[in-house]
T-cell receptor
């Protein structure tokens, strides 16, 4: 079965420090992978998707098929990055979400 | 507000009662998804519609759950004979008809169900 694993439930970093949120997936094929973010009292929203190879709000994520990982990175964390982050994969018509990582950026 | 809307936002019911939730997707979005989210977990896929056709349904979904999208616009999710384990946030998301792999989902605010 499809699985998306986010090993860290909570992550705290200081403002200006680099941040990496881990995501591993289990799928032998080529899934589409996404990062979704939920800011306090807001809806879940798409942050970025691997197929676009884009950088959003300074975040990037690289698909590593060898390690089956899709870690989210930002070189300098900002306070407004504090949020809940979910990694998700799409296979066929089903999305599979990880359990999420709550990121706190300490001023 | 042209985003996905859900109604009601909160529902408290007694065990054994039936409940129905509604989702209005973004206009012109032909794809619609329902998810359930419990505390400390990510959204769990329940079912997927393309227009009015229900194309995917989670194998984990009890037969007490049923969803419809009769005209390919709004959708309803009904839970019959609710159980305390059904207490969760129920999320709806819609996605536009776009070629390629641009499968961005737009989420609604959710309906929080509490079963007493």
């Amino acid at each position: 079965a499809q699985r998306v694993t986010q090993p860290e439930k909570l992550l705290s970093v200081f403002k200006g420090a680099p941040v990496e949120l881990k995501c591993n997936y289990s799928y032998s094929g080529s899934p589409e992978l996404f990062w979704y973010v939920q800011y306090s009292r807001q809806r879940l929203q798409l942050l970025l998707r691997h197929i676009s190879r884009e950088s959003i709000k300074g975040f990037t994520a690289d698909l590593n098929k060898g390690e089956t990982s899709f870690h989210l990175k930002k070189p300098f964390a900002q306070e407004e990055d504090s949020a809940m982050y979910y990694c998700a994969s799409l296979t066929g018509n089903q999305f599979y979400f990880g359990t999420g990582t709550s990121l706190t950026v300490i001023p | 507000d042209t985003g996905v809307s859900q109604d009601p936002r909160h529902k408290i019911t007694k065990r054994g009662q039936n409940v129905t939730f509604r989702c209005d997707p973004i206009s012109e979005h032909n794809r619609l998804y329902w998810y359930r989210q419990t505390l400390g977990q990510g959204p769990e896929f329940l079912t997927y519609f393309q227009n009015e056709a229900q194309l995917e349904k989670s194998r984990l979904l009890s037969d007490r759950f049923s969803a419809e999208r009769p005209k390919g616009s709004f959708s309803t999710l009904e839970i019959q004979r609710t159980e305390q384990g059904d207490s969760a946030m129920y999320l709806c998301a819609s996605s536009p008809r776009l070629a390629g792999a641009y499968n961005e989902q737009f989420f609604g605010p959710g309906t929080r169900l509490t079963v007493l």
